[in-house]
């Protein structure tokens, strides 16, 4: 635990609700409440500043049939938002001599080494691999004829059945950028056996457990009995409609957990003070990857990397199963934003940009 030292003298456990600034924080109440259906799905924010918590709270309903206002610890799904814990997931591997960054993945997964053209982790990490994403329409078709309800291992033998993961034939590892769930999925099936434990497991022990963040895991049965976790919203015909789960639920890497706004600030303490990973790897997963023309991807390691009014951040969106997620780390000053939602027509990044502007 020496690692975290000094950690909890900085993270408090938050309380229901948090508001520093009274004027601030009515500012950001005003801007969400405008964006609400009355006795609709809401969402939850945080705001983390020179790292001090200075706004969490909740709007809204987290479930429509036994009314349940949205609080800091309601648990959403993370979607696409939880790639970059499968970023830092590699970066910790690759500091304990696990792995290589630019290990090629066959090396850790031997199944895809017949394979001719060698795709590294770095790629994946960058989307610059070609790997072919099954979560387009066809290729969960393709996978779920296999299996009802796939695992990772279902897609690793589903890429070695094909003969060929690549996305085109015609491109190299590391040509352009194209976004691939399927990538992700791969690194999580690394990350199992660089470490020899569950994906499950590594986040919860490595992770979660040290952090103190109670309210965030990967497994997806607890989805049915943790009453604190918010129903998933479509929309149809103007109507709010349960989601309900996904055949998919089992994958993990690409965007597999559960968390809340409260344990998102504690991570983001962790992550600001160096307490999972070193300075230089958090660099490394906050810079854009570049092509083999080194024509910059403006994605890191599960994170979107650009500018918002010149100022640089770190950013990712997320949608899966009625959930709504977005995260944003701005990277030259200490602030950062977390959205979580099920309400499927609210835009979050106007939201955080508010916030944005409210503590900037």
Same mark, same amino acid.
């Given at each position: ?93 690759? +500091?304990? #001599?696990?792995?290589? !960054? &630019? =290990?090629? $993945? ?9 394979? /001719? ?124 409609? +349960?989601? #309900?789960?996904?055949? !998919? &639920? =089992?994958? $993990? ?9 409260? /344990? ?97």
């Amino acid at each position: 635990m020496s690692l975290f030292r000094g950690f909890w003298d900085r993270i408090a456990p938050l309380p229901k609700a948090i508001r520093v600034d009274a004027g601030r924080s009515a500012r950001i109440d005003n801007h969400v409440a405008a964006q609400l259906t009355p006795g609709g799905p809401g969402l939850s924010v945080a705001i983390v500043k020179s790292g001090k918590t200075m706004h969490a709270a909740g709007y809204g309903l987290a479930d429509l049939r036994r009314p349940t206002a949205i609080e800091p610890d309601t648990i959403f799904h993370m979607a696409s938002c939880g790639k970059q814990l499968t970023g830092i997931g590699i970066l910790m591997l690759a +500091e304990a #001599g696990k792995l290589g !960054l &630019d =290990d090629p $993945v066959s090396r850790h997964l031997p199944s895809l080494a017949g394979f /001719d053209r060698k795709v590294t982790l770095r790629q994946l990490l960058h989307h610059t691999s070609g790997i072919r994403d099954f979560y387009d329409e066809s290729g969960i078709e393709e996978v779920l004829s296999r299996c009802e309800r796939p695992a990772n291992a279902d897609i690793l033998r589903t890429y070695v059945d094909l003969g060929c993961p690549m996305a085109r034939p015609d491109i190299r590892p590391g040509d352009e950028f194209n976004y691939s769930n399927s990538g992700y999925d791969l690194l999580g099936t690394v990350i199992e056996r660089a470490s020899g434990m569950s994906y499950h497991d590594f986040f919860q022990r490595r992770v979660f457990d040290p952090l103190q963040m109670k309210d965030t895991f990967t497994a997806p049965d607890r989805r049915l009995t943790d009453r604190r976790l918010a129903v998933g919203y479509a929309l149809d015909h103007g109507n709010f409609v +349960e989601f #309900g789960g996904s055949d !998919l &639920d =089992d994958l $993990v890497g690409s965007g597999s957990f559960y968390t809340t706004v409260s /344990d998102l600030c504690r991570y983001d303490g962790a992550l600001a003070t160096n307490a999972l990973v070193s300075a230089d790897s958090m660099r490394i997963a906050l810079t854009s990857g570049r092509t083999n023309e080194g024509k910059p991807t403006d994605y890191g390691f599960g994170w979107y990397i650009g500018s918002y009014k010149g100022m640089p951040f770190a950013d990712h969106d997320g949608e899966w199963i009625g959930y709504y997620a977005y995260i944003c780390r701005y990277l030259d000053r200490s602030l950062s934003i977390f959205v979580l939602s099920n309400h499927p027509d609210i835009d979050l990044v106007d939201i955080a940009n508010v916030a944005t502007a409210v503590y900037s």
